[in-house]
């Protein structure tokens, strides 16, 4: 299908949002949009953040997996309580494939579910008292934790439980940082909140915690890798390129990420932020307390890759800016290579993507270097600030839905009929039934890294492989399709 | 009365950022900025104006200060 005009993308949008009640269409219409790349700011054309409709299919997330998922969780050498009911913290143990150094259960904990697993009596009597057990239970039978959260599930704020109470005298008796993190499930209107309360936790309990204290030797060359969080070893894949030019990562928030690196973060240089929507919020704190500067940056995809090693440069001296360009020629014959092989497999190909805080704008040019085009993008769970930053990465009249409904989802596609969707594994089965192929842009498909010059041809395997799988041609049945008719009567015969 | 951070772009613009709100604007005018007096009337990018109370000389960026909506 050639691509759509700015016309024909609004009466599509006009058309899908028909079967809505009027109510609830002038509601969803607030939130698609055809893009318009002369726009300075989004909020002309969507709106974003605000609550779901009820009544609708939504894929997005509560607050507080936004903090216990996303931010806290890959701190591994923290233990992290998820406090309140068992099933919150079972259903996502160890989903987002955060990968870490460390034996488990002596000095690291990424994957294991610690919960205070709670009953009816807990409810009607408060879960102080059973908290305040499990730190000691904790203590006793993993001292090689470095620091505890407590991470709160609706019930604590429903029952008005007093964690910070018990974090304060627990971190008194044992010594140790525990932080109390007020992320019930039902604050905001998704997990978007979720990480910025934990951003404030970490800000509140954690970050100041080595102020004054000069015993770390610094370089001028110090940064932190903010907002990675090492799904299938990208933070990996993005530190092997700032430490070959010559800078030294401190700290990876939050990916194998450590807490003595979190509070030694406020002595580097500079913050490098991959996923804003998760951890600006600690940028900008350690901005105006500690005048850190922060960049945003971009590892997917040799362009932006390049483009991000020079703004990350020209930060520093010359030789740091020297160190830049001998890793991207480094690495040119490699990407170039990966280029040559799959672009001709993948050129021209029209790509969907509907996935969380960072990756609808960031993987944009990932798929550009393959001869690919992204034809409609959206967030989950973003800001106007994180449209505000698409509308120039993505083409005129292409489609912009935020937290689209599976309904609209489905129609979309059925209509711009992509060669490929990214998205989440909700949409995963509905798409691959539908004949279309599709990769898991959260968890990469149990694949990766895909940051990074190594993960870039990791990335463009993976997509061929997807696209060019034989198995999308055999999706019909065998005799529904045209041709077959006449052929199966003359094999019998 | 909003808390509204201030920082500078890398362009050297000034920008002013809303937590609660998502609003992040640059600043196209401010009403006194000299070495003794700062503050007064801005006008943000999409024309919104804010007032900030007079400070005796610029503040160090970023901060964060109250702005009053006009
Ligand atoms: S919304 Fe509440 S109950 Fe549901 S997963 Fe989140 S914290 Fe748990």
Redo the contacts between chains.
């Keep these: 299908m050639a691509a759509m005009t700015k016309e024909e993308t609004e009466a599509l949008i006009q058309e899908v949002l028909e079967v809505y009640p009027e109510k609830a269409k002038k509601d969803r219409a607030k939130h698609l949009a055809v893009n318009d790349q002369s726009l300075e700011k989004s909020n002309k054309c969507i709106t974003s953040n605000r609550k779901s409709l009820p009544g609708v299919m939504t894929i997005r997330g509560c607050a507080y997996a936004g903090s216990k998922g996303v931010v806290w969780g890959p701190i591994k050498d923290m233990i992290h309580i998820s406090h309140g009911p068992v099933g919150c913290g079972q259903y996502s143990r160890a989903g987002r494939r955060n990968y870490y150094v460390g034996t488990t259960g002596v000095n690291t904990f990424g994957t294991m579910n610690f919960t205070s697993d709670f009953q009816e009596k807990d409810i009607v009597f408060g879960g102080d008292k059973k908290l305040a057990k499990l730190i000691d239970e904790i203590e006793a039978l993993f001292p090689l934790n470095k620091g505890i959260s407590i991470q709160s599930e609706c019930p604590i704020g429903l029952i008005g439980d007093d964690i910070e109470a018990v974090s304060k005298v627990k971190t008194k008796e044992h010594g140790k940082t525990i932080v109390p993190v007020r992320c019930e499930g039902f604050r905001g209107v998704s997990q978007s909140l979720g990480h910025h309360i934990a951003n404030d936790a970490i800000r509140d309990w954690v970050l100041d915690k080595r102020d004054g204290d000069d015993s770390f030797p610094t370089t001028p060359y110090d940064v932190a890798v903010i907002g990675d969080y090492n799904i299938g070893g990208d933070a990996w894949a993005s530190r092997t390129l700032l430490e070959e030019m010559g800078l030294r990562v401190v700290a990876q928030w939050s990916g194998d990420g450590t807490i003595a690196e979190i509070e030694k973060t406020p002595k580097v240089k500079l913050n490098l932020i991959h996923c804003y929507r998760s951890m600006n919020y600690i940028a900008r704190h350690m901005e105006e307390k500690y005048s850190i500067p922060w960049i945003e940056y971009n590892f997917f995809g040799p362009t932006k890759i390049a483009e991000s090693l020079r703004r990350i440069a020209a930060h520093f001296d010359d030789t740091i800016k020297e160190g830049a360009e001998r890793v991207i020629e480094r690495y040119q014959a490699e990407y170039e290579a990966v280029i040559a092989k799959y672009k001709p497999r993948l050129q021209g190909k029209k790509v969907m993507l509907y996935v969380g805080g960072l990756r609808p704008r960031h993987v944009i040019g990932a798929y550009e270097d393959l001869g690919m085009e992204v034809v409609g993008t959206g967030y989950e769970f973003g800001h106007n600030d994180d449209y505000d930053r698409t509308i120039k990465e993505m083409g005129n009249a292409t489609l912009l839905y935020d937290d689209v409904t599976g309904y609209e989802f489905e129609e979309f596609v059925k209509k711009i009929q992509p060669d490929l969707i990214g998205s989440g594994i909700k949409e995963k089965y509905i798409f691959q039934k539908m004949g279309i192929p599709f990769r898991q842009m959260h968890s990469w498909d149990y694949s990766g890294p895909y940051h990074g010059y190594d993960g870039f041809a990791i990335f463009a395997r993976d997509m061929d492989m997807t696209l060019n799988n034989p198995c999308w041609k055999n999706i019909k049945a065998p005799w529904k399709t045209e041709a077959a008719g006449s052929e199966a009567v003359k094999a019998v015969a | 009365m909003p808390s509204v ?1 201030l ?1 500078k772009r ?1 362009d050297g613009k000034l920008l002013f ?1 809303v ?1 609660k709100k ?3 604007e640059t600043i196209e005018s401010i009403e006194f900025d000299r070495p003794d007096k700062w503050g007064g009337e801005v006008v943000l ?2 024309g919104s104006r804010y007032y900030f109370d007079l400070l005796d000389a610029p503040p160090k960026i ?3 200060l109250q702005a009053k909506r006009l």
């Design positions: 951070m920082r890398e950022y937590a998502d609003l992040e990018g999409d970023p901060i964060t």
